[in-house]
T-cell receptor
Framework: DVKVTQSSRYLVKRTGEKVFLECVQD?????MFWYRQDPGLGLRLIYF???????EKGDIPEGYSVSREKKERFSLILESASTNQTSMYLC???????????FGSGTRLTVV | KNQVEQSPQSLIILEGKNCTLQ??????????LRWYKQDTGRGPVSLTI?????NTKSNGRYTATLDADTKQSSLHITASQLSDSASYIC?????????????FGTGTRLKVLA
């Protein structure tokens, strides 16, 4: 089974801190994605990547950046955390572009 | 604007009963429609996938239907179990202008009571 591992289940950070959320997949998938999930809003795409060192903005990239130096790892970076970035963050990967995602378990980030 | 709307927002049923969750979408053209199950505090897990030419797809006690003409899908759960308590998310792929994008519904939160 494909496994997508997010490094932390819960994180609490202070406003202004730089935050790194790590995601690793173990099945050589080309495509990786970062979403945030908020009540009543569903999943919203932050950034995605179709290849190493490649990144594309999703629907809500403001305040975020990403890094994909290796195929299996896709990192989400909050340059200066703010309280409105408190959310559940979900990483996903897929082998083909229109194939279904395998999601990680999520990281619940609280910014205080 | 391409959208996916789900109803009801939440649902409570007794163990053993059946239920049906609805998904209406305006995404066009679309490639496929998926239903995901998301347990509290976990990532979503795929239940079913249907292309525009398919009408029904089953996965154990879960049966999804699709009417591409009316742009409606439903997820029917038979003989519900306590472990079915979760959020169920409808996702439609948007292939407008060759882009590759999934549109997520906001989900239906199901609670199964003993």
């Amino acid at each position: 089974d494909v496994k997508v591992t997010q490094s932390s289940r819960y994180l609490v950070k202070r406003t202004g801190e730089k935050v790194f959320l790590e995601c690793v997949q173990d099945m050589d998938h080309e495509n990786m994605f970062w979403y945030r999930q908020d009540p009543g809003l569903g999943l919203r795409l932050i950034y995605f990547s179709y290849d190493v060192k490649m990144k594309e903005k999703g629907d809500i990239p403001e305040g975020y950046s990403v890094s994909r130096e290796k195929k299996e790892r896709f990192s989400l970076i909050l340059e200066s955390a703010s309280t409105n970035q408190t959310s559940m963050y979900l990483c996903a990967s897929s082998l083909l572009k229109l194939e279904g995602y395998t999601f990680g378990s999520g990281t619940r980030l609280t910014v205080v | 604007k391409n959208q996916v709307e789900q109803s009801p927002q939440s649902l409570i049923i007794l163990e053993g009963k059946n239920c049906t969750l609805q998904c209406n979408y305006t995404v066009s053209p679309f490639s496929n429609l998926r239903w995901y199950k998301q347990d509290t505090g976990r990532g979503p897990v795929s239940l079913t996938i249907m292309t525009f030419s398919e009408n029904t797809k089953s996965n154990g006690r879960y049966t999804a239907t699709l009417d591409a003409d009316t742009k409606q899908s439903s997820l029917h759960i038979t003989a519900s179990q306590l472990s079915d308590s979760a959020s169920y998310i409808c996702v439609v792929s948007d292939t407008t202008s060759g882009t590759y994008k999934y549109i997520f519904g906001t989900g239906t939160r199901l609670k199964v009571l003993a």
